[in-house]
């Protein structure tokens, strides 16, 4: 990002994220062909990877779009894609600097949606998550972030 670039999509993600708190369908606010819901899910994913405080933001605006209970299929699908980032950044030999900015991120939103997510939802969570993020707090990745063995 360049300039003072960040703190505009700061500034934008904290505006959709209070998007994400409407008690009512997406589809009262958005009449387009794409659904609104999809479009903030991959908005909000894509910043997951960004250094700084928008990959922070963008991690809550996530728990919040995945604790609605309209939401639990996406819930579902971002947890297997964050086990998926997780064994991808696990079995590569080099982890690219993209990378690791993204693993925390990831690691950074599974908390905000175990914190922020609704507990009957959670029980159905994946077990090799689980497995993944105790190898992911065992692997040097994470003994060399300070930020990441925080958040493990």
């Known amino acids: 990002m360049n300039g003072n670039a960040w703190e505009s999509i700061y500034v ?9 708190l409407v008690p009512f369908s997406f589809q009262v606010i958005g009449g387009s062909e ?26 809550m605006c996530l728990a919040n779009l995945l604790s609605r209970p309209d939401m639990e299929t996406a819930l579902h699908e971002f947890l297997e894609w964050c086990d998926a980032t997780v064994v991808q950044v696990l079995t590569t030999a080099f982890v690219t600097s993209e990378q690791s900015f993204l693993i925390v991120g990831v690691v950074h939103s599974l908390a905000a949606v175990f914190k922020v997510g609704n507990r009957e939802s959670l029980p159905s969570i994946p077990t090799n998550l689980w497995e993944h993020s105790i190898q992911l707090a065992k692997s040097p990745l994470c003994k060399g972030s300070i930020l990441l063995h925080k958040l493990l």
């Open 12 to 20: 934008l993600l904290l505006w959709l994220g209070m998007l994400c």
């Open 34 to 59: 794409k659904r609104l819901d999809d479009e903030l899910f991959q908005m909000f994913k894509h910043h997951l990877s960004d250094p700084g405080p928008t990959r922070e933001m963008s991690a």
